[in-house]
T-cell receptor
Framework: NAGVMQNPRHLVRRRGQEARLRCSPM?????VYWYRQLPEEGLKFMVY????????ESGMPKERFSAEFPKEGPSILRIQQVVRGDSAAYFC?????????????FGNGTRLTVT | AQKITQTQPGMFVQEKEAVTLDCTYD???????LFWYKQPSSGEMIFLIY??????QNATEGRYSLNFQKARKSANLVISASQLGDSAMYFC????????????FGDGTTLTVKP
């Protein structure tokens, strides 16, 4: 019973390149959340998706960041033209439902380093 | 707006002793869930314990218990009989039925267990 799978675990990009982060939710989970964690800080919400729909992207920067969760395949967080400030750990989480009583199940995160 | 506050950036505890990690929250929503997560140095986020806002009894999970004081809006995590493996970052989080089900996280407390 695989948990939330994120890849790659570590990603190094030069400034101006694109970063693509992948997330496969737990089996049976249709709600996917992306969070960003800067060093020594807590997790900041970025975006919430269900299959083929973005439900809430209020935490996403307006430019360069996009997310999708297609009908088939993993959820993708895309960062275009990366800058040094994008260096962070990006966590994907999934849950079987939206409600308050359901904990988020996290992947191991992707650590993005922009050089 | 919902907010989680963890006032202890770092805590130390002697092995086999109990420790309390503080968490206060601010919300006007009467219905919510409170969660604690553990993040060891390896980076993954591990769900520890859940407390619903309408639960009459404090949640317990093994050595973890949650000291829930609704009127004071606090949800402190108590770890009994600390072990060296408990050394990690601990995050308090809150989730609602509304607000797209996304979770709000505190900035975390780093716990170090001394032998």
């Amino acid at each position: 019973n695989a948990g939330v799978m994120q890849n790659p675990r570590h990603l190094v990009r030069r400034r101006g390149q694109e970063a693509r982060l992948r997330c496969s939710p737990m089996k049976g989970h249709s709600h996917v959340y992306w969070y960003r964690q800067l060093p020594e800080e807590g997790l900041k919400f970025m975006v919430y998706l269900q299959k083929e729909n973005i439900i809430d992207e209020s935490g996403m920067p307006k430019e360069r960041f996009s997310a999708e969760f297609p009908k088939e395949g993993p959820s993708i967080l895309r960062i275009q033209q990366v800058v040094r400030g994008d260096s962070a750990a990006y966590f994907c989480a999934s849950s079987p439902k939206e409600g308050q009583g359901s904990p988020l199940h996290f992947g191991n995160g992707t650590r993005l380093t922009v050089t | 707006a919902q907010k989680i506050t963890q006032t202890q950036p770092g805590m130390f505890v002697q092995e086999k002793e109990a420790v309390t990690l503080d968490c206060t929250y601010d919300t006007s929503d009467p219905s919510y869930g409170l969660f604690w997560y553990k993040q060891p140095s390896s980076g993954e986020m591990i769900f520890l314990i859940y407390q619903g806002s309408y639960d009459q009894q404090n949640a317990t999970e093994g050595r973890y218990s949650l000291n829930f004081q609704k009127a004071r809006k606090s949800a402190n995590l108590v770890i009994s009989a600390s072990q060296l493996g408990d050394s990690a970052m601990y995050f308090c989080a809150m989730r609602f039925n509304t607000n797209a089900g996304k979770s709000t996280f505190g900035d975390g407390t780093t716990l170090t267990v001394k032998p």
